[in-house]
């Protein structure tokens, strides 16, 4: 009895500020920048109009153009800071700058209880060495089971229509898929427009270069550790880079015979982001080493223009076994890990800190929650039961750039807090979590493709998820106590890796790997070195 | 006997061959200086989809007018266009004035200061601060980011300009100063009554330098006012769909102007790029063949005293 | 002012007040000239006092609190840094590239321009090669990004005419910036450099023409024997002015055309500059890079006035 008073008090409570908030206070025009490139939503939107309304809070969004580290350095220095900041990839800057301010102040288990929950059991995994909270992870924090219909994370990607060609073979390694897509493009050399195909593209633009440097991990059977390969049977955690490995060269050797063979366009190594999400989204790229989340776009364009045999499906690639590494098992599903540092973060020059923690903690409710990722009920979905569903309509809205920019507040969604997983009542707090959506509103080619499969959902193409290891995602260790050293071992793989692809013959390659390989180490040194020993504390924290 | 005429018919040919081989390498240079430009006034009047398949020469394969239909919709353009207008306007209204009034000053042989000033002023074009103090004082020192004062504060005088000037006023006769001053007309008066008028040619020129830099600058935006949209130049937000659409080639794109008009539109980042590129270029490409007398002598007095 | 007058205590005192009086009669001049110096000061000189800041370990994280001397730890740091020695290769690479063909095609078109006898001809070419000069290098590099890609005209061309078998990637191999650059700033700059080399041109006695006519000089001769010496006093002067000017390889055309590929060549000091200043907020040390720019500038500008003084040629002071 006294629990529940004590709950409906806290209701009560909250409800009554938030109440309060809105009655006395004036609308307030909020500044956001988000580190990504985005679309500005309408003014129309229906979504900020509620939001709007409830909160008493509109948004003046800024999307990154251009390059992330100039933007987020010339801001810097200008102290020209938006309410809501979201550093994108590079948030760590800003969090050493100074500019955000320390969420655990205005955090705690009465006035903000949804936030509280949220964190509560992960804040030592997300809290600096003093304990400060600067931004809460977008992604990554799930309530009830976790859900994985698909990957949503690091895989090599080959469009549906090569599969398809080939009578859906089970390409399980390097390998298998560059055979099949250089027979592909050997029996089809351009799209129905005449348009040419292209075998293989490489991302390599600013820190998207994750599609040239990570996949040699995901080869030798590993998950996204970023540079690095730990070894977690041990129990010593041994951690190495694995870029200067001979293991690593097999991976550019292959990648070298590809271009070779006219698989890749040298353009791809300059290309930018817009251009590669371009490209993608023309149908004419048949494969690429990405994460599914990083050319989201690319997919929805795909599939709003009804070219669904030019999506992509994810396979886990690994070396073959003539490699000489034996039969590698592929991991590349992790169990869930919060997306440490990444989000919004409220900005020092924010006049209204309380109400922005207000705007979150509102947002996280389940109502809110429910507005955010499945809409506006009746309108945006229907209920059957107690399941949540939509219709045909409905779903494809979702994937619509057009209709989103009208009626969901996107950014808000992508950078706030949000609730991931299960609901209470079953349902899935993402729509495309939700089961039946699914695979009932699946188009037919992708049910068509993965019955030819024998499979339910595109994650059965990979092994399940293993168990998070105790240091997380070893990505997310901040790097600024080495940053110059770091910056450096980036930006030689950067410069070296597509000069050993594009090398004209073996001996070339051997001599082009041999310099990389020399000039990298005393850096590779240093980042091992210093990672090897943030990996062991992470480990004995989550053990203590 | 024989060889001298071999010589000299030999020579005659010589003689002949020069003006057309002259012509013809003249010509291709003005082709090939012309080429790239109206390559790409034709991709802009292209249909846009048609443009991604290349191969466009210097007459649009399917002529259309969507890439500008599409960009004369988008109220950014507007708006970066006027303050393209403005910036250049003020700027080169307030540079011709405050540096011709300095050159005048310091023109005058009897003006006590006109040594100190000059050697001071003069010195500034052998010593640069560099970008970053640069960058502090404007910004830290004298809060002038996210303004649209930031175009024209820093750029109100130059020194270049103020040599090319006063070089001009030096050349002048002298009896007409002279004259006025008997007349009992202070230096204010003799400057803007009877040097600024007579200056007109030279200040044509250095109007025509000081509007091409305002206009064609998009570096201050990006570095004081790229959180400002509303702020925008022209030629910043050409750079911008530089980096964000160059080569593209799709339809199927998502970014705004695509957007847009998304029942079919025609243009594609690669026509809208080309005719913002033909529109931030016109308004100087109409001025400048009128103005050619005049910076060519402006050429001549600043290239070699500079 | 000028006369020998006699050091007389009182002379001098009369001059004193004199120089007093005057500035009260040239109070206009004054009013016309102190502001601007005043602007010139602030504008100009102010910003050097920025450069103590080399000598600071000023960075994002200390410009709040203020940073620490330093000595010269940034410019040990910048001396040891590879990426600094690059952009200082390729700032004066670029430099010397755009120097020697810079001048040579303005001259060049110069004579070429010289020999043409038809008015409405001569000034036709004249309209259309100044015409990339106004446009911005925005908008230059956008043209050359189209020009040079992977298949766009100059590898169709060059592919046609038989010269290369494969496209060339001209805009992702380091070994090309540098030409790129050159050749991009001869198309910009060729007509309106020649400018000044076709005046001093018109400026040359006729009589000199006839008399190496007479001496039966053909046109290669003539242009051999008069029209290069001719220019040739504007030719040293400009020659010995870009020198002084180096280290201004330039910004935006290696900023907006380079991308990471080609980096280890497209980066001058003034891109490293703004990456270590603005992009990564280490404003100390890119001080010291922009200071060791600068002085170097400062440097290589009054040795070019001395040889210039030196050669009896007009001073640039």
Not at chain 1, 245 to 261: F, H, R, S, V, W
Request: charged share 20%.
């Amino acid at each position: 009895m006294r629990k529940l008073l004590a709950v409906l008090l806290t209701l009560a409570m909250v409800f009554s500020f938030a109440g309060f908030a809105v009655a006395e206070e004036e609308v307030i025009t909020v500044t956001v920048f988000r580190g990504d490139p985005g679309d500005q939503p309408t003014d129309d939107n229906k979504m900020y109009k509620l939001i709007e309304e409830e909160f008493g809070i509109k948004f003046e969004i800024e999307f990154l153009a251009g390059d992330l580290d100039e933007t987020l350095g010339t801001k810097l220095a200008g102290e020209d800071y938006p309410d809501l900041f979201d550093g994108g990839n590079s948030a760590e800057k800003l969090i050493n700058a100074g500019a955000l301010i320390n969420l655990l102040d205005y955090i705690n288990e009465t006035d903000t209880p949804n936030l509280w929950n949220h964190i509560k059991d992960i804040l030592p995994q997300i809290v600096n060495e003093k304990g400060e909270l600067f931004i809460i992870p977008n992604y990554g924090i799930n309530y009830n089971a976790q859900i994985q219909n698909a990957c949503n994370g690091p895989a090599f990607f080959v469009q549906k229509q090569v599969l398809a060609w080939a009578d859906y073979p089970q390409i399980k390694t390097l390998n298998e898929y560059f055979d099949l897509i250089e027979d592909f493009i050997a029996a089809n050399p351009t799209d129905e427009n005449g348009a040419a195909y292209e075998g293989f593209a490489i991302l390599c633009e600013d820190w998207r270069h994750f599609c040239l440097i990570n996949p040699v991990q995901h080869l030798m059977g590993r998950p996204n550790d970023g540079e690095v390969i730990v070894n977690v049977n041990t129990g010593n955690w041994e951690t190495e880079t694995f870029i200067d490995k001979p293991y690593a060269k097999a991976y550019y050797e292959k990648l070298n015979e590809a271009y070779n063979n006219g698989l890749i366009n040298p353009d791809t190594f300059v290309m930018t982001y817009d251009q590669y999400i371009a490209k993608l989204s023309s149908g004419t790229v048949l494969g690429m080493f990405d994460q599914t989340w990083d050319f989201g776009t690319a997919t929805a364009a795909l599939e709003t223009a009804g070219m669904y045999e030019n999506t992509y499906c994810a396979l886990p690639l690994v070396y073959d076994e003539e490699y000489g590494y034996g039969v590698i098992s592929e991991q590349y599903l992790n169990g869930a890990v919060p997306n440490k540092d990444r989000g919004f973060g409220i900005s020092v020059k924010c006049e209204y800190p309380e109400r922005m923690i207000q705007l979150f903690e509102g947002l996280l409710s389940d109502k809110w929650q429910k507005l955010l990722q499945w809409g506006i009920e009746g309108e945006d979905y229907y209920v059957e039961g107690d399941r949540m569903l939509m219709t045909a309509e409905q779903y494809a809205n979702r994937q619509d750039a057009a209709w989103k920019m009208q009626n969901a507040a996107l950014t808000i969604w992508e950078s706030a807090p949000k609730k991931q997983g299960t609901q209470d009542d079953g349902n899935a707090w993402a729509h495309s979590d939700q089961g039946e959506n699914y695979f009932n509103l699946m188009s037919d080619y992708d049910k068509a493709f993965l019955s030819a499969y024998g499979y339910k959902k595109p994650a059965d193409f990979f092994n399940a998820p293993c168990e998070l290891a105790p240091y997380g995602e070893a990505w997310q260790i901040d790097k600024s106590p080495i940053q110059d050293d770091y910056d450096k071992f980036l930006l030689i793989q950067d410069q070296w890796l597509p000069k050993i692809i594009m090398s004209a013959d073996q001996a070339e390659l051997d001599e082009n790997w041999d310099a990389f390989v020399a000039e990298i180490t005393p850096y590779a040194e240093i980042y091992t070195e210093f990672m090897q020993a943030e990996v062991l504390k992470l480990v004995e924290l989550a053990t203590k | 006997m024989t060889e001298i005429i071999a010589k000299k018919r030999k020579k005659h040919r010589k003689v002949m061959m020069f003006p057309i081989v002259n012509t013809i390498v003249l010509v291709l240079l003005m082709f090939l200086t012309l080429y790239p430009v109206l390559n790409t006034v034709a991709i802009s009047f292209n249909d846009g989809i048609d443009a991604v398949r290349g191969g466009i020469g210097l007459w649009p394969r399917e002529f259309s007018v969507e890439a500008y239909n599409s960009l004369l919709s988008d109220k950014l353009t507007y708006n970066a266009f006027g303050i393209s207008v403005a910036r250049t306007v003020i700027t080169t209204l307030l540079n011709i004035f405050l540096t011709s009034m300095l050159a005048f000053a310091l023109s005058r042989k009897e003006y006590v200061l006109r040594k100190p000033i000059t050697f001071i002023v003069v010195m500034t074009m052998y010593v640069n601060a560099g970008l970053i103090p640069n960058f502090l004082l404007i910004q830290k020192t004298l809060n002038l980011s996210k303004t649209f004062w930031v175009y024209i504060v820093p750029t109100m005088f130059s020194c270049f300009n103020m040599i090319v000037i006063r070089t001009y006023i030096i050349g002048l006769p002298e009896a007409l100063a002279e004259s006025a001053r008997i007349d009992g007309a202070n230096d204010l008066r003799i400057f803007w009554q009877i040097i600024f008028p007579l200056c007109m040619p030279v200040l044509a020129t250095v109007a025509l330098f000081v509007a091409v830099g305002s206009w064609n600058q998009w570096f201050d935006t990006q570095l004081y006012n790229g959180s400002k949209k509303n702020l925008y130049s022209l030629q910043y937000l050409l750079k911008m769909k530089l980096a964000t659409s160059m080569n593209t080639t799709n339809a199927a794109n998502t970014s705004v102007d695509a957007l847009a008009s998304t029942s079919a539109s025609k243009s594609t980042p690669i026509t809208v790029r080309c005719a913002i590129t033909v529109v931030s270029a016109l308004p100087i490409l109409v001025v400048y063949p009128f103005l050619q007398r005049y910076f060519v002598t402006g050429m001549v007095l600043g290239g070699v005293k500079g | 002012m000028t006369g020998a007058a006699p050091r007389d205590i009182s002379k001098m005192k009369v001059n004193r007040k004199s120089v007093w009086m005057r500035l009260i009669d040239q109070r206009y001049l004054m009013l016309m000239s102190v502001p601007m110096l005043l602007y010139v000061l602030l504008f100009n000189y102010y910003p050097l006092w920025g450069w103590r800041y080399a000598f600071q370990n000023l960075d994002i994280s200390t410009i709040k609190e203020g940073a620490a001397w330093i000595g010269l730890g940034n410019f040990e740091w910048l001396f040891q840094e590879e990426l600094f020695w690059f952009g200082f290769r390729n700032t004066l690479a670029m430099s010397l590239i755009n120097l020697v063909f810079g001048t040579a095609s303005s001259i060049l078109l110069a004579i070429l321009l010289n020999e043409v006898s038809n008015r409405t001809f001569k000034r036709t070419v004249q309209t259309v090669t100044y015409l990339p000069h106004f446009l911005s290098m925005v908008i230059v590099v956008g043209m050359a990004q189209n020009m040079f890609a992977s298949d766009g005209p100059v590898n169709s061309l060059l592919l046609s005419m038989g010269i290369i078998k494969t496209p060339v990637w001209w805009l992702g191999d380091g070994r090309y910036f540098w030409w790129l650059v050159g050749v991009i700033n001869v198309w910009k700059e060729v007509g309106w450099n020649s400018i000044i080399y076709i005046s001093t041109m018109t400026s040359i006695d006729p009589t000199l023409y006839e008399a190496a006519a007479i001496d039966g000089a053909g046109r290669f001769q003539r242009i051999l024997n008069v029209t290069l010496p001719g220019i040739k006093s504007t030719f040293v002067v400009l020659l010995i002015m870009n020198i002084g000017h180096l280290m201004e390889a330039g910004f935006e055309i290696q900023y907006l055309l380079g991308n990471k590929q080609v980096f280890d060549y497209s980066q001058t000091l003034d891109v490293f500059v703004m990456e270590f200043g603005i992009q990564n907020n280490k404003y100390g040390r890119a001080i010291s890079a922009g200071m060791f720019k600068s002085v170097v500038g400062i440097i290589l500008l009054f040795l070019a006035n001395f040889v210039a003084k030196k050669l009896d040629e007009e001073t640039l002071l």
